[in-house]
């Protein structure tokens, strides 16, 4: 099976920097389209940023500018680099892929835990 494993969360303050890594590890063939969402409470999840397996990227304009997504193949790793920080981008924080599994012939659809990010103003 595949596990996605995240880290990185934490509190910061507004105008601050925060780094997210999520590692996928398990039987994994390759790794399509990795994903950063959020969730705030009350509020819906959203997509925040994707890269795709040849690292063509998209943010929610909310984002743009300030957070970047990129991906490390040779260790199956996704990174979410969050600067200028806001009080608004408060949230939990999943990543998400869809993947080849070994011995498997369609996409399958993962999840991390979610870490928690907080921005104090």
């Known amino acids: 099976q595949v596990q996605l494993v995240e880290s990185g969360g934490g509190l910061v303050q507004a105008g601050g920097s925060l780094r997210l890594s999520c590692a996928a590890s398990?039987?994994?063939?390759?790794?399509?389209?990795m994903r950063w969402y959020r969730q705030a409470p009350g509020k819906l999840r959203e997509l925040v940023a994707a890269?795709?397996?040849?690292?063509?990227?998209n943010y929610v304009v909310a984002v743009k500018g300030r957070f970047t997504i990129s991906r490390d193949n040779a260790k199956n790793t996704v990174y979410l680099q969050m600067n200028s920080l806001k009080p608004e981008d408060t949230a939990v924080y999943y990543c998400?892929?869809?993947?080849?599994?070994?011995?498997?012939?369609?996409?399958?659809?993962?999840w991390g835990q979610g870490t928690q990010v907080t921005v104090s103003s």
């Open positions: 890269i795709t397996s040849g690292g063509s990227t």
């Open positions: 398990g039987s994994i063939s390759k790794i399509n389209t």
């Open positions: 998400n892929a869809d993947l080849w599994r070994l011995a498997g012939d369609r996409l399958y659809d993962y």
